[in-house]
């Protein structure tokens, strides 16, 4: 069976020149992926506020030895680099983060609190969106917070990826009743260990830094 997993990209709550980094960094593991005839689909992109700039993706991985690959690149990612936006700028060190998903376990599927809805895929994906009710969409009872999902091929992996985008909703929910301040929310997004990245790049070609890689 084809392996397969999912990342994300993200920004953390960086300025625009982490956006770039994170814009940067798709780039350059995408096109590593595809040297090791590893797909990679971008299931949901949230751009920055300037042209060529992500704030975070989630991005679904599938070939042989894609666990192997993603753990090349988990981690912090560090670019030294001018900023791109603010030319005196002093500072010249811009971080991001990869981190890998893990989809909820298979017990939480048919959970009580959770209702699913299954529909007919539509919209923008060409080839990869069924034309069979594949689409999931996903409630949370006791909150009535939803979320949908339709760009995996099949139902049951639209099932978790919906079940995983609304547990990221509730934990987000959760977090601004318990009045936590905003740089302690979104999880992931704030877990850059910026002392110790796992690869650095450097200038706006994004060239990997030899004997970089931790």
Do not use: Y
């Not at 953390?12 to 096109?31: I, T, V, W, Y």
């Not at 005196?88 to 009580?112: A, T």
């Not at 997004?189 to 450097?202: A, D, I, M, S, W």
């Amino acid at each position: 069976m084809m392996a397969s997993c999912w990342v994300q990209i993200t920004s953390g709550r960086g300025p625009e020149e982490c956006c770039r980094a994170a814009f940067l960094l798709l780039q350059a593991l995408s096109d590593e992926a595809a040297q090791k005839n590893i797909t990679v689909d971008c299931l949901e992109l949230i751009e920055g506020d300037h042209p060529k700039t992500v704030r975070s993706a989630l991005l679904s991985l599938h070939g042989k030895g894609c666990d192997e690959f993603m753990r090349s690149w988990q981690g912090t990612i560090q670019w030294i680099a001018q900023s791109p936006f603010r030319p005196r700028h002093k500072r010249k060190n811009w971080f991001v983060g990869v981190q890998q998903v893990v989809p909820p376990e298979e017990k939480e599927l048919s959970n009580k609190d959770f209702r699913f809805e299954s529909m007919r895929a539509s919209g923008p994906g060409g080839q990869h969106v069924n034309k069979v009710n594949s689409a999931i969409r996903v409630t949370h009872l006791p909150t009535g917070l939803t979320a949908m999902a339709q760009e995996e091929r099949s139902q049951h992996m639209n099932k978790k990826l919906a079940l995983t985008r609304l547990h990221v909703r509730i934990q987000e929910e959760q977090d601004v009743r318990a009045k936590q301040s905003q740089q302690e929310q979104w999880g992931m997004h704030n877990e850059l260990e910026r002392g110790n990245p796992v690869r650095v790049f450097q200038g706006e070609r994004f060239l990997e830094k030899k004997g970089s890689r931790s």
